[in-house]
């Protein structure tokens, strides 16, 4: 990490400030970065979802063919839990809303928590 630095500085296109090093994170920090990944994660994963469920509305897609088939793949193991947990209402599957609500609640409560 400091011959990186080192180059930078002989090239003269970084400086860092005086008082900065590299080795000099705290485990805040690392643990604030980590539960940003998280988030970032699963706001991407809500959209894949979005993205899945959107697609399964029109019957004349081949859910076969390599991108469809890579969505539902990855999103199945997601849905699968909580389709077992309810039951089909009236002919309706409410498992995907329940788990909308779950993965956006447990964004909101990733959002809510920073160490200081």
């Not at 900065?20 to 809500?46: G, S, T």
């Not at 909580?82 to 089909?88: A, G, Q, W």
Request: with cysteine; charged share 15%.
């Amino acid at each position: 990490m400091e011959n990186i630095f080192k180059l930078a500085l002989e090239t003269g296109r970084f400086e860092p400030p005086q008082d900065f090093n590299p080795l000099d994170f705290e485990i805040r920090d690392i643990m604030n970065f980590i539960i940003y990944f998280i988030k970032v994660f699963l706001r991407q994963y809500y959209w894949v979802l979005t993205l899945r469920l959107s697609i399964q509305w029109f019957p004349n897609i081949n859910p076969y063919i390599h991108p469809i088939y890579t969505l539902i793949f990855s999103t199945e193991f997601f849905l699968k839990q909580f389709k077992n947990l309810l039951p089909i209402i009236l002919g309706m599957d409410m498992s995907a809303m329940c788990a909308f609500l779950c993965l956006e609640w447990i964004i909101r409560t990733l959002d809510s928590i920073n160490f200081t």
